[in-house]
């Protein structure tokens, strides 16, 4: 399984754009990038995914580089509610067992 | 809907119990999984199904065993458990429509167990 590589922590202050880094130097054409988060004391929750172009949903936007070797996690607005453990994962687009490999991921840590 | 429901939420059991961790999920999901999750680490997954009838190991599977009688339902059973079996584990569903299917999986809110 290909693997990704997420600063341990980071900080923000509320209201403030948030940039979630992630290399994925050995990245295949046909893996998936997606990113989980967890909140304290739950479990992990979907936020976006995307392959080549860059992808918004309501919750946040997904930044792929051009090369793919890495991608960026965009809250365009940060909240106290976002304050979680992000996780960038790769899924195989060819392999249907649908498994996510989890890192340790990015502590995101939120101050009013 | 309520989504993935786990019971226990907690649990605490002495070495060499058994227990059965509950998982079920009401979204019609064909796909399940579960995870562990020890302090200051990512999940790793311990056994997965792609449908009823069907299970497979992932990662960490020694020490556990699973069934899928049901599309709702995927038991997670520890026969002797161990102190090394302490951690959160975490049930998780999805729709799986083929092999470029990519969709999200939906997670339970775990249960924490102990063994001491």
């Known amino acids: 399984d290909a693997k990704t590589t997420q600063p341990n922590s980071m900080e923000s202050n509320e209201e403030e754009p948030v940039h979630l880094p992630c290399n994925h130097s050995?990245?295949?054409?046909?893996?998936?990038i997606h990113w989980y988060r967890q909140l304290p004391s739950q479990g992990p929750e979907y936020v976006i995914h995307?392959?080549?172009s860059n992808v918004n949903n309501r919750m946040a936007s997904l930044a792929i580089a051009e090369d793919r070797k890495s991608s960026t996690l965009i809250l365009h607005r940060a909240t106290l509610r976002d304050a979680a453990v992000y996780y960038c994962?790769?899924?195989?687009?060819?392999?249907?067992?649908?498994?996510?490999?989890f890192g340790t991921g990015t502590r995101l840590q939120v101050f009013p | 809907n309520a989504g993935v429901t786990q019971t226990p939420k907690f649990r605490i059991l002495k070495i060499g119990q058994s227990m059965t961790l509950q998982c079920t999920q009401d979204?019609?999901?064909?796909?399940m999984y579960w995870y562990r999750q020890d302090p200051g680490m990512g999940l790793k997954l311990i056994y997965y199904?792609?449908?009823?009838?069907?299970?497979d190991k992932g990662e960490v599977p020694n020490g556990y065993n699973v069934s899928r009688s049901t599309t709702e339902d995927f038991p997670l059973r520890l026969e002797l458990a161990a102190p090394s079996q302490t951690s959160v584990y975490f049930c998780?569903?999805?729709?799986?429509?083929?092999?470029?299917?990519?969709?999200?999986?939906?997670f339970g809110d775990g249960t924490r167990l102990s063994i001491l």
């Open positions: 998780a569903s999805s729709y799986s429509k083929g092999i470029y299917s990519n969709q999200p999986q939906h």
């Open positions: 050995t990245i295949s054409g046909t893996d998936y």
């Open positions: 995307g392959l080549t």
């Open positions: 994962i790769l899924r195989e687009g060819t392999y249907n067992t649908d498994k996510l490999i």
């Open positions: 979204m019609n999901h064909n796909y």
């Open positions: 199904s792609v449908g009823a009838g069907i299970t």
